[in-house]
């Protein structure tokens, strides 16, 4: 059973930066398209940047610029560095694991971690 657990969020002032991490395991790591996802309060969850196992990222047109994804495949960990934070970037930040199997969606998540952007 894959488990995910993501650290590294907290409270900060707007324009600073945090770093969330999110370790993998109980299955095969490079097998799973990684995302990162945000709930703000009274708002519903979005997806804010993906990776694929070959390492292609998107994100989200909102955080652009400012946040990047990234993964290591030794680790079995994955990254969500965040730059110049803004007041509307307050959320809980969820991990997801995604895979596909003859058409099957495999799909597991962390438990969240919360990044407040405050002064």
């Known amino acids: 059973q894959v488990q995910l657990v993501e650290s590294g969020g907290g409270l900060v002032q707007p324009g600073g930066s945090l770093r969330l991490s999110c370790e993998f395991s109980?299955?095969?790591?490079?097998?799973?398209?990684m995302t990162w996802h945000r709930e703000a309060p009274g708002k519903r969850r979005e997806e804010v940047a993906a990776?694929?196992?070959?390492?292609?990222?998107e994100h989200d047109d909102s955080v652009k610029g400012r946040f990047t994804i990234s993964r290591d495949n030794v680790k079995n960990t994955i990254y969500l560095q965040m730059n110049r934070l803004k007041p509307e970037d307050t959320a809980v930040y969820y991990c997801?694991?995604?895979?596909?199997?003859?058409?099957?969606?495999?799909?597991?998540w962390g438990q969240g971690t919360q990044v407040t952007v405050s002064s």
């Open positions: 997801n694991a995604v895979k596909w199997v003859h058409a099957v969606q495999y799909d597991f």
């Open positions: 109980g299955s095969a790591f490079s097998d799973y398209t």
């Open positions: 990776i694929t196992p070959a390492g292609k990222t």
